[in-house]
Nanobody
Framework: QVQLQESGPGLVKPSQTPSLTCTIS??????????WSWIRQSPGKGLEWMGV???????VYSPSLKSRTSISRNTSRNQFSLQLTSVTPEDTAVYYC?????????????????WGQGTQVTVSS
């Protein structure tokens, strides 16, 4: 059974660069059949796909967030991380890590097959 667990800073100040981590259990981040995404949901808004990391370490980002988003991984810990630069209150959201497939389009990545429980990030001074 695959399980994903997000961890993050909770409360951050505007202009900071928070880092979130997703720990994977029950599966390998390097398994060729899967890809790993970050998705967020802001209050009163729908799900927003942010980016994906493939089994070989390649990344693809949402065009609207590409300039501020970076996804990295630690294969020895079976973790992948999201860094979001220059945050504003509009970045306040619940952030989820998910598993999907390498060939998925964005709509499919918004569904995924495994999700973490989500971690709240609040941007406030």
């Amino acid at each position: 059974q695959v399980q994903l667990q997000e961890s993050g800073p909770g409360l951050v100040k505007p202009s900071q660069t928070p880092s979130l981590t997703c720990t994977i259990s029950g599966g390998s981040i390097t398994a060729t059949a899967y890809a790993w995404s970050w998705i967020r949901q802001s209050p009163g808004k729908g799900l927003e796909w942010m980016g994906v990391m493939f089994y070989d370490g390649r990344t693809v980002y949402s065009p609207s967030l590409k300039s501020r988003t970076s996804i990295s991984r630690n294969t020895s810990r079976n973790q992948f991380s999201l860094q979001l630069t220059s945050v504003t209150p509009e970045d306040t959201a619940v952030y989820y890590c998910t598993r999907d497939s390498p060939g998925d389009d964005i709509n499919s990545r918004l569904i995924g097959d495994y999700w973490g429980q989500g971690t709240q990030v609040t941007v406030s001074s």
